[in-house]
C-alpha cells in the first residue's frame, strides 16, 4: 500500500474514533458532575445547568471538547467511502451539531427548573447569552435526530434493514424525549421533575446513535 494512502486510512480512522468516544465522554462526565453537585438534581435539570455556580466550568470544557470531537468526526465520515458511505446531508449535520456543542460551551444557559438555588423556575426575560445557548443547542436537539432519519432512509433504500430500524427508532426516540424535556424546562406539570431525565434519554439515544455509526464506518 502506497505511503500516502496508508497516511489518509490512518487519519479517516483517528477521526472516525472521535465519534465513538465523544458521546460516552460528554455523557459520563456530565454524570460524574451532576452526583458532585449539592442541590442539583439529574432528572430534573438539565446537563447545560451544570455550568452554572461553582465548577461550572468543567461542564462548558465538556461541550467544547465534545464539540471538537464530533468536528473531527463529522470530517471523517467526509472521507469514509464504500457503501455504508451515506449521504453529504449526515456529515453536515453531525458537523452542525459538534458547533452547535461549541457555542453551547461558550454562552452559558439561563438558570431553570430552581438552579442554581434561589433562581426561579423559570425566568421572566431570558438574558441574550440565554438564548444564544438555546439557539446553538438547536443542532443537537433537532439536527441528530433529522441525521438519524436521513441515515434510515438511505439504509432501507440500500436493504440495510436492521441498520434502518435502529436509525429510525433512535431518531424516533431521540425527538420525542427532547419535547418532552423542553415541555418540562418550561414548567409542565407533569413533567418537570423528570425533565432533566427526558433529556438525558434523548441525548444518549442520540449520542449512542452516532458511536454506532461511527463503528460501523471503521469497518474494513
Known amino acids: 500500500m502506497p505511503h500516502d494512502v496508508a497516511r489518509d486510512e490512518l487519519l479517516t ?29 439529574p432528572l430534573r435539570h438539565p446537563v ?10 468543567v461542564q462548558g470544557a465538556n461541550f467544547l471538547i465534545a464539540g471538537g470531537l464530533y468536528l473531527g ?26 458547533a452547535g456543542l461549541i ?13 442554581p438555588p434561589g433562581t426561579p423556575d423559570q425566568p421572566i426575560h431570558n438574558t441574550l447569552i440565554g438564548w444564544l445557548h438555546q439557539i446553538f443547542s438547536m ?6 435526530p433529522i441525521a438519524a ?13 436492521v441498520w434502518a430500524l435502529y436509525s429510525a427508532n433512535s431518531a424516533a426516540v431521540s425527538l ?3 419535547a418532552a424535556a423542553a415541555a418540562g424546562f418550561a414548567q409542565q406539570r407533569r413533567l418537570v421533575d423528570r425533565a ?20 460501523r464506518r471503521l469497518r474494513p
Open 13 to 41: 480512522s483517528l477521526l472516525l474514533r472521535c465519534g465513538t468516544v465523544a458521546g460516552p465522554a460528554i455523557l459520563a462526565t456530565a454524570l460524574i458532575a451532576g452526583a458532585l453537585r449539592k442541590d442539583y438534581q
Open 48 to 57: 447545560s445547568s451544570l455550568a452554572l455556580g461553582p465548577g461550572g466550568r
Open 73 to 98: 468526526f463529522a470530517v471523517g465520515l467526509t472521507r469514509s467511502t464504500g457503501a455504508a458511505g451515506g449521504t453529504r446531508a449526515v456529515p453536515m449535520l453531525v458537523g452542525s451539531a459538534g
Open 103 to 115: 457555542g453551547a460551551g461558550v454562552f452559558v444557559a439561563d438558570p431553570v427548573s430552581g438552579y
Open 139 to 144: 443542532p443537537t436537539f433537532l439536527g441528530l
Open 149 to 161: 432519519a436521513v441515515e434510515a432512509g438511505h439504509a432501507w433504500r440500500r436493504g440495510d434493514r
Open 176 to 178: 420525542l424525549m427532547f
Open 196 to 215: 432533566g431525565l427526558c433529556q438525558r434519554i434523548a441525548v444518549g439515544t442520540a449520542f449512542g446513535w452516532l458511536s454506532a455509526l461511527a463503528v
